[in-house]
């Protein structure tokens, strides 16, 4: 499985991003797909994920503002990022779970400014 994530960048608190995150390769095992990031001197931590049944989860810290959503005919998982602050700011990777085993994009950064 390969993931190549897009749509990070620079906002202003209280801006909104789109990320997105394509699958390629063995998909059709693919269970989860979702998101996580990793700010300067921090480790990477869970955002929010998408299972093939339709449920998804997100961290405490983002429920209310961001959105995970997923479209295996597309093989995509999106996060809808509203009403962001400066502690969102992070390396946010795409994140993969199928039978075969665990799979992570580039990452792409996303800045929020004060």
């Known amino acids: 499985v390969q993931l190549q994530a897009s749509g990070g960048g620079l906002v202003q608190a209280g801006g909104s991003l789109r990320l997105s995150c394509a699958a390629s390769?063995?998909?059709?095992?693919?269970?989860?797909m979702g998101w996580y990031r990793q700010a300067p001197g921090k480790q990477r931590e869970f955002v929010a994920i998408?299972?093939?049944?339709?449920?998804?989860n997100s961290a405490d810290s983002v429920k209310g503002r961001f959105t995970i959503s997923r479209d295996d005919a597309k093989n995509t998982v999106w996060l809808q990022m509203n009403s962001l602050k400066p502690e969102d700011t992070a390396v946010y990777y795409c994140?993969?779970?199928?039978?075969?085993?665990?799979?992570w994009g580039q990452g792409t950064q996303v800045t929020v400014s004060s």
């Open positions: 998408a299972t093939s049944s339709g449920s998804t």
């Open positions: 994140n993969a779970v199928s039978g075969l085993g665990m799979y």
């Open positions: 390769g063995s998909i059709a095992s693919i269970n989860f």
